[in-house]
T-cell receptor
């Protein structure tokens, strides 16, 4: 059972376009994290959101945690080829030893 | 800083062979984790160790065993490898409730 559903699964856009990736669940998470993974490497944390309704910005990336702490979104403004990669959302549930449940990921390709 | 290291980087096994994947971290983290990543499936938790001396099953533990050798090291063992265990395996570590740091992965092919 996939606790976190990510959409879209694949996204191919041109440099300068905006995009949004969604991460939805029927479960409540104590925190939700976004990772980016490059080919041949492990995931690297971009941001952690903890409070319902929280919005965090990281340069051109904006992350939002839903009010009910069941969903999140990642918005990239003016995408660049360097943004290409696999974006993963992951939720931490209470009483799970801080283990993470990952979504299946969104593979983003930004072409010049 | 080395962070999280994994060995080997690549491995090819025949069905039925055994092997141990090694993981070590130098960040003094209490918690360590093993995940597998398959195309279109994201990362799935195999086992985790919340602290030295404890291990717990994750989402997909069948066919695997783990050992938390000490605070630094957490190994994953396949006793009798099967083609379904072909995957990329990631080890991670964290302080309690903090950011998980991932190793570079071990790519395993079981023929």
């Amino acid at each position: 059972t996939q606790l976190l559903e990510q959409s879209p699964q694949f996204l191919s856009i041109q440099e300068g376009e905006n995009l949004t990736v969604y991460c939805n669940s029927s479960s409540v998470f104590s925190s939700l994290q976004w990772y980016r993974q490059e080919p041949g490497e492990g995931p690297v944390l971009l941001v952690t959101v903890v409070t319902g309704g929280e919005v965090k910005k990281l340069k051109r990336l904006t992350f939002q945690f839903g009010d009910a702490r069941k969903d999140s979104s990642l918005h990239i403004t003016a995408a660049q080829p360097g943004d290409t990669g696999l974006y993963l959302c992951a939720g931490e549930r209470s009483n799970s030893g801080y283990a993470l449940n990952f979504g299946k990921g969104t593979s983003l390709l930004v072409t010049p | 800083n080395a962070g999280v290291t994994q060995t080997p980087k690549f491995q090819v096994l025949k069905t039925g062979q055994s092997m141990t994947l090694q993981c070590a971290q130098d960040m003094n983290h209490n918690s360590m984790y093993w995940y597998r990543q398959d195309p279109g499936m994201g990362l799935r938790l195999i086992y985790y160790s919340a602290s030295e001396g404890t291990t717990d099953k994750g989402e997909v533990p069948n066919g695997y065993n783990v050992s938390r050798l000490n605070k630094r090291e957490f190994s994953l063992r396949l006793e009798s490898a099967a083609p379904s265990q072909t995957s990329v395996y990631f080890c991670a570590s964290s302080a309690a409730g903090e950011t998980q740091y991932f190793g570079p992965g071990t790519r395993l092919l079981v023929l």
